[in-house]
């Protein structure tokens, strides 16, 4: 348990279906991210928030729309997705500001998701 | 702009050393990082260590850093088969870590 918790472990739907993955964070971080792995790009950053706060998106198609309500929860809007969007989604957090600060991040266990 | 990167497979027998070898570009790196990843897992920090560092050890695990040459390297002692998986290298100066693609570590019975 890394104190980053994702629901659903396992999605299947289907290209016209609306689905949400979700992550919290127990750790107090102020930095989450998404990321995508799957065979052909090993992990691939999706989106970073700092402070709520969305501080990067990699060229994300607008399928994917990310919503970080407060700083201990992330979650991944889904809707008319494309097989090839078939990964494991891998959110992570860290805690960035203030000197001394190791800054690693501490990833959940991942949604691996299906489309149909 | 930064990158990493390592060797994507090792294969090893079972009670030998491994070493996972990794390279970055980034001179302003403050820490570098190794994780691992079992099938159907996130990633799991398995160790750390400080720019201003050259070495580190953690049980079976040493981390070695040349910063001159931008070279991390973790050598896993009396490998078992448990510690296949696969091994991610990360280097940080801002947020968020950059990540290498991975090395896949087999370790053969």
């Known amino acids: 348990e890394t104190g980053v918790t994702q629901t659903p472990r396992h999605l299947v739907m289907g290209m016209t279906n609306k689905k949400s993955l979700k992550c919290e964070q127990h750790?107090?971080?102020?930095?989450m991210y998404w990321y995508k792995q799957s065979a052909k790009k090993p992990l691939e950053l999706m989106f970073v928030?700092?402070?709520?706060?969305?501080?990067e998106n990699n060229s994300v198609p607008s399928r994917f729309s990310p919503e970080c309500p407060n700083s201990s929860h992330l979650f991944l809007h889904l809707h008319t997705l494309q097989p090839e969007d078939s990964a494991l989604y891998l959110c992570?957090?860290?805690?960035?500001?203030?000197?001394?600060?190791?800054?690693?991040?501490?990833f959940g266990q991942g949604t691996r998701l299906t489309v149909v | 702009g930064e990158d990493v990167e390592q060797s994507l497979f090792l294969s090893v027998r079972e009670g030998d050393s491994s070493v996972i070898n990794c390279t970055y570009t980034?001179?302003?790196?403050?820490?570098l990082y190794w994780y691992k990843q079992e099938p159907g897992a996130g990633l799991q920090l398995l160790t750390y260590?400080?720019?201003?560092?050259d070495m580190k050890q953690d049980q079976r695990l040493t981390v070695l850093l040349n910063k001159k040459d931008k070279h991390l390297s973790l050598r896993i002692a009396d490998t078992q088969t448990g510690d296949s998986a696969i091994y991610f290298c990360?280097?940080?100066?801002?947020?968020?870590?950059?990540f290498g693609k991975g090395t896949r570590l087999s370790v053969i019975a």
């Open positions: 980034d001179s302003s790196s403050t820490y």
């Open positions: 928030y700092n402070f709520k706060e969305q501080t």
């Open positions: 260590i400080f720019s201003n560092m």
């Open positions: 990360a280097e940080r100066e801002n947020t968020p870590l950059v």
């Open positions: 992570a957090s860290s805690q960035d500001q203030g000197t001394g600060r190791t800054g690693e991040a501490f």
């Open positions: 750790l107090g971080h102020n930095a």
